[in-house]
């Protein structure tokens, strides 16, 4: 099996030596991401829902880079600062992944990165969809 590391861009993965995404085989996963857009701004500050949203869109896009789709996700996992968020985190989450009922968990934290981030989630997809071109 072939390894594909996917870059997002941000300096600290060079610096440390991290990927924002690999693929092994029919195998993706996403690193924890968070909300932080390429001009180094928090998206959505205060607002769980928003920054939930953008974070899935950006998952969205890295898996087609992967030659994955929503469907082939099989596992989301949330780190929330406030776990009275997770409702409308849940909420963003259902508009992309309802149908697909990947695994799904919420873990409280203290704090991220920022005092601004509400949220950082990772994902993990097996690409068997039809609507990926693989059975």
Known sequence: M???NYSSGAPLEEKV???R???IGN???????????PDGSVYG????????????????KLLAEAGATPAD??????????????????????EIFKEYRPLFTAVGTTELNRPTQLCEIEMTAIIISKESGCE
Request: aromatic share 10%; proline share 2%.
């Open 45 to 60: 500050e205060g607002d769980p829902y928003a920054q939930a949203k953008y974070i899935f869109e950006k998952h969205v």
């Open 2 to 4: 072939s390894r594909i």
């Open 17 to 19: 030596g991290y990927s």
């Open 73 to 94: 996700v099989v596992k989301v996992m949330c780190y929330a600062t406030r776990m009275s968020d997770c409702g409308e985190i849940g909420r963003a989450y259902s």
């Open 21 to 23: 995404m690999v693929k």
């Open 27 to 37: 195998l993706v996963m996403i690193g924890g991401t968070t909300s932080v857009q």
